[in-house]
């Protein structure tokens, strides 16, 4: 089953403009990850938050979590057309074993119009 | 850097055939897995590995088996082809202690 819901699905914007995504989860976590694909490749890791931060930056990236909702979000500043990639988040559950696994959301595609 | 190979980018089988996929890592990573990516349902992991020779199976594992006698190689293997295993297979590794996954460039599998 999918732990993470991303929302919107779809996103196109202008370049310069900021680009919201949002992701739910359903259980607890002990951290959760948003990672980069471009069309027809593999993924790239973007940022981790963990379950006792709330804010996060990278460079034009900022991310935030409230584990009270079980919710994410991913915000992309100042976007260029190089940020036109799907975007999934990705949680860790509390209580695995130190397995490493991953629950990937559906993805959030981001068209950034040049 | 690291770097995560996938054998083929591009892939055509026919039904009933074997197939095997590899994925090689140039890390020395303890930890290596394949997914299946699918429209609509994001990945879906099939098999991990924690260890040469050990495996655990993921959330989707029916139809596939895996292989790990080396460190650096995973390979997934696909006993009976199917056209419902049409998809794009992605291989990650990770360290141990690190909770980030790295990616190879993907399989692009076509079951005819």
């Known amino acids: 089953s999918q732990q993470g819901e991303e929302d919107p699905q779809a996103l196109s914007i202008q370049e310069g403009e900021n680009a919201t995504m949002n992701c739910s989860y359903k259980t607890s976590i002990n951290n959760l990850q948003w990672y980069r694909q471009n069309s027809g490749r593999g993924l790239v890791h973007l940022i981790l938050?963990?379950?006792?931060?709330r804010e996060k930056h990278s460079g034009r990236l900022r991310v935030t979590l409230d584990t009270s909702k079980k919710s994410s979000s991913l915000l992309i500043t100042a976007s260029r057309a190089a940020d036109t990639a799907s975007y999934f988040c990705?949680?860790?559950?509390?209580?695995?074993?130190?397995?490493?696994?991953?629950?990937f959301g559906q993805g959030t595609t981001l068209q950034v119009k040049p | 850097d690291v770097k995560v190979t996938q054998s083929s980018r591009y892939l055509v089988k026919r039904t009933g055939e074997k197939v095997f996929l590899e994925c090689v890592q140039d890390m020395d990573h303890e930890n290596m897995f394949w997914y299946r990516q699918d429209p609509g349902l994001g990945l879906r992991l099939i098999y991990f590995?924690?260890?040469?020779?050990?495996?655990e199976k993921g959330d989707i594992p029916e139809g596939y088996s895996v292989s790990r006698e080396k460190k650096e190689r995973f390979s997934l293997i696909l006993e009976s082809a199917s056209t419902n295993q049409t998809s794009m297979y992605l291989c990650?590794?990770?360290?141990?202690?690190?909770?980030?996954?790295?990616f190879g460039p993907g399989t692009r599998l076509l079951v005819l």
């Open positions: 990705a949680t860790d559950k509390r209580g695995s074993s130190n397995t490493g696994k991953l629950i």
């Open positions: 590995s924690y260890d040469v020779k050990m495996k």
């Open positions: 938050i963990r379950s006792n931060e």
């Open positions: 990650a590794s990770r360290p141990d202690r690190v909770e980030t996954q790295y």
